[in-house]
C-alpha cells in the first residue's frame, strides 16, 4: 500500500518545494542550467497559493516526493483556440526517480483534476515531447488526447488536451 500523502505545500515549505520543481527540471533540460527561475517558481506563493492556480505535493514520511501544478492557459501557442472556454495547463509534474511506476504520478494528477472540476475548469491542456520517456503515452492513459504536434525536430512540442465538461 502506498504511503505518500497528497497536499497542498504549506507557505512554510516554497522553498523546499520550488528546490524541488527547479532541480527537477534543470536536471530533465540540461539547457536551463543556466536560466532565471521561471516566474511562476519565482513568486511560487503568489501564483500558486493565493490565486485560482492549484499545486500539489507528495510527501513520504515527510519527504517531499513529487509535485503538479496547474495554471490558467496562456494563449501562447497560437493553433490552438480556448477562446471563451475555462482552460488550465497542467504543469510541472516531476516525481522522484525511486517513486516512479507505482501510480503516484496518476494519483497526483487525480487529484489535480478534481481540484479542476471543483473550481469548474471545462478543459485540461499541457504539452509534453518525444524524447521524455513515456510522457505521451502517461498522458494518453490519464484521459488526454494529442489535438497537435508541431514541425520541429528538436522540441516536437506535443499539445494534449482533456475535456472536463459534460
Same mark, same amino acid.
Given at each position: ?12 515549505? &516554497?522553498?523546499? /518545494?520550488?528546490? %524541488? =520543481?527547479?532541480?527537477?527540471? #534543470? ?5 536551463? *542550467? ?53 482552460? &488550465?495547463?497542467? /504543469?510541472?509534474? %516531476? =516525481?522522484?526517480?525511486?517513486? #516512479? ?5 496518476? *494519483? ?59
Amino acid at each position: 500500500m502506498p504511503n505518500w500523502i497528497i497536499q497542498s505545500p504549506s507557505r512554510t515549505a &516554497v522553498g523546499e /518545494v520550488v528546490a %524541488f =520543481v527547479d532541480n527537477a527540471r #534543470r536536471e530533465l533540460f540540461p539547457v536551463l *542550467a543556466n536560466a532565471p527561475l521561471p516566474n511562476d517558481l519565482a513568486h511560487f506563493e503568489a501564483t500558486y497559493l493565493d490565486g485560482e492556480e492549484c499545486f500539489l505535493e507528495a510527501r513520504d514520511q515527510g519527504r517531499l516526493i513529487a509535485a503538479i501544478g496547474y495554471l490558467p492557459y496562456d494563449h501562447r501557442f497560437k493553433q490552438l483556440d480556448y477562446q471563451g472556454k475555462h482552460v &488550465v495547463e497542467v /504543469v510541472r509534474l %516531476f =516525481v522522484l526517480p525511486e517513486y #516512479r511506476r507505482h501510480g503516484l504520478a496518476a *494519483a497526483l494528477f487525480a487529484a489535480l483534476r478534481d481540484q479542476a472540476i471543483d473550481a469548474g475548469v471545462e478543459c485540461l491542456y499541457l504539452h509534453t515531447h518525444p524524447f521524455l520517456p513515456g510522457a505521451i503515452r502517461f498522458w494518453e492513459r490519464q484521459g488526454f488526447a494529442v489535438i497537435d504536434v508541431e514541425d520541429d525536430p528538436v522540441w516536437q512540442t506535443t499539445h494534449m488536451e482533456q475535456s472536463l465538461a459534460g
